[in-house]
Structure formats: structure tokens, C-alpha cells
T-cell receptor, first 114, second 112 residues
Framework: DAGVIQSPRHEVTEMGQEVTLRCKPISGHNSLFWYRQTMMRGLELLIYFNNNVPIDDSGMPEDRFSAKMPNASFSTLKIQPSEPRDSAVYFC????????????FGDGTRLSIL | DAKTTQPPSMDCAEGRAANLPCNHSTISGNEYVYWYRQIHSQGPQYIIHGLKNNETNEMASLIITEDRKSSTLILPHATLRDTAVYYCSNRGSGAGSYQLTFGKGTKLSVIP
């Protein structure tokens, strides 16, 4: 069975550029999560969608970050303009429902902003 | 802040059982215990979760103490591919209880 698919796996870009990360959740899952992982801060939830609707975006660092989920099988996380402190591994996860169900993660996008 | 504590590292001989402990003394009544692992350069992989009763699946067994203040993940026959960082996490089952948080985890090294 296909798991959560993220692209690209690696992204290196210069400060100020726009970055778009993509995620395809597991088919049939109706909850989608974007996380960021760094050595210093560990795993942080950025935003949570349920049935394609953003429910909680309190973890989005600032206005430079935006996320969309136009349909049940696709989501994007955009950073514009990017800054070096945005360098991290970004994970997308999905689950069937949000409460009590395990979240399944993609392999992440390793983002480096120079 | 993570609500769980785990030993930073453990070694296990290949083929032997790996027993990974987790302390979650502040767990509340509706919170599940989740276990994930993360192999370098990959996303966290779900292993198992439970509320009160012990659980078993094709990957592992989960033993939760009666007072629910601690749990143990058991990998019955560890292989080299089980070398990873293992995280336990508490998460509720009610509405709004969706955020997964990890502590520092236990780095398990399976030794040939």
C-alpha cells in the first residue's frame, strides 16, 4: 500500500526564494498534518487539516508560511520568502480521523536555505 | 514539552528481545500511549499504541503498567534493521487531541 508521499525529498535554495513542499496523503485518510523537525526544537506541528479544512494553524511560524489542501489527495506547504532559519526536515502525516488514530508519516523534505 | 521520559540509549544483541521503557507518570485517563521509531533520513514510523490493555501486532508488543504511569515496548527478536530512535508519546482521544510530541527518545543499537 502506498504511504504518505512527499516531494521533493531534498531542496536547497537561496534565502528569499519561494519554496513549495508537496504531500499526497494515504488514500481514505481525512486528516493531514504538517510537522517540522529540527535538532534544537524536535518535532513541531505546523498545521492540521480535517476534511481539507484547516483546523489549527497555530503552529505556523509566521505569515511567510502558508498551507493549502485543495482536495483530499494533495496538500502544499509554501514558504515565501524563505530564510536560513527555515532549514529543517518537513514532514507530512495523515490519519483516518484525528482522535485516537495513529498518524502515518512521509519520509519528509530536507530543506536547506542558504 | 515532552510528557514522557526514556533512557537515551540502549544496546541489544541481534535475535534477542529488545525491551524499551517509557515513563509517562502524568498521563491522563483518556490519553493513549503511542510508540514510533525513526530511522535516519526517514519519517517517524508508527509501531503500536494502547490505552490500558497490553497490545500486540506484527511489529511489537506493548506492555502498560496497571497504574498507566509507564510502559514497555518489546521487539521480540531484534534485527539490525531495528536500529533506530524510538519515541513514546501520550496523546488523548478527544477532539483537539491530535498533536504528536516526541521527547528525545531512545537510540536503540542492535549489535550483530
Amino acid at each position: 500500500d502506498a504511504g504518505v508521499i512527499q516531494s521533493p525529498r531534498h531542496e536547497v535554495t537561496e534565502m528569499g526564494q519561494e519554496v513549495t513542499l508537496r504531500c499526497k496523503p494515504i488514500s481514505g485518510h481525512n486528516s493531514l498534518f504538517w510537522y517540522r523537525q529540527t535538532m534544537m526544537r524536535g518535532l513541531e506541528l505546523l498545521i492540521y487539516f480535517n476534511n481539507n479544512v484547516p483546523i489549527d494553524d497555530s503552529g505556523m511560524p509566521e505569515d511567510r508560511f502558508s498551507a493549502k489542501m485543495p482536495n483530499a489527495s494533495f496538500s502544499t506547504l509554501k514558504i515565501q520568502p524563505s530564510e536560513p532559519r527555515d532549514s529543517a526536515v518537513y514532514f507530512c502525516a495523515s490519519s483516518f480521523g484525528s482522535s485516537g488514530q495513529p498518524q502515518h508519516f512521509g519520509d519528509g523534505t530536507r530543506l536547506s536555505i542558504l | 514539552d515532552a510528557k514522557t521520559t526514556q533512557p537515551p540509549s540502549m544496546d541489544c544483541a541481534e535475535g534477542r528481545a529488545a525491551n524499551l521503557p517509557c515513563n509517562h507518570s502524568t498521563i491522563s485517563g483518556n490519553e493513549y500511549v503511542y510508540w514510533y521509531r525513526q530511522i535516519h533520513s526517514q519519517g517517524p514510523q508508527y509501531i503500536i499504541h494502547g490505552l490500558k490493555n497490553n497490545e500486540t501486532n506484527e511489529m511489537a508488543s506493548l506492555i502498560i503498567t496497571e497504574d498507566r504511569k509507564s510502559s514497555t515496548l518489546i521487539l521480540p527478536h531484534a534485527t539490525l534493521r531495528d536500529t533506530a530512535v524510538y519515541y513514546c508519546s501520550n496523546r488523548g482521544s478527544g477532539a483537539g487531541s491530535y498533536q504528536l510530541t516526541f521527547g528525545k527518545g531512545t537510540k536503540l543499537s542492535v549489535i550483530p
